[in-house]
């Protein structure tokens, strides 16, 4: 992450839990400057989709 970059198009490809637990970590200790503030983080988990093959 050293570079900075606009993303515009997302995947569908699921994000497993360890690398959110990487991003969160690498979040918690980067340098802020002097903002001390709180933060809340907030997700949520699709459903899983039915596929037409399974039926």
Do not use: N, Q, Y
């Amino acid at each position: 992450m050293k570079e900075r970059k606009s993303i515009r198009i997302f995947k569908e490809d699921p994000i497993t839990k360890d690398t959110i637990t990487e991003l969160l970590e690498a979040g918690r200790l980067a340098p802020s400057g002097d903002c001390s503030g709180s933060f809340l983080l907030s997700g949520s988990r699709p459903k899983a989709r039915a596929s037409s093959k399974a039926r």
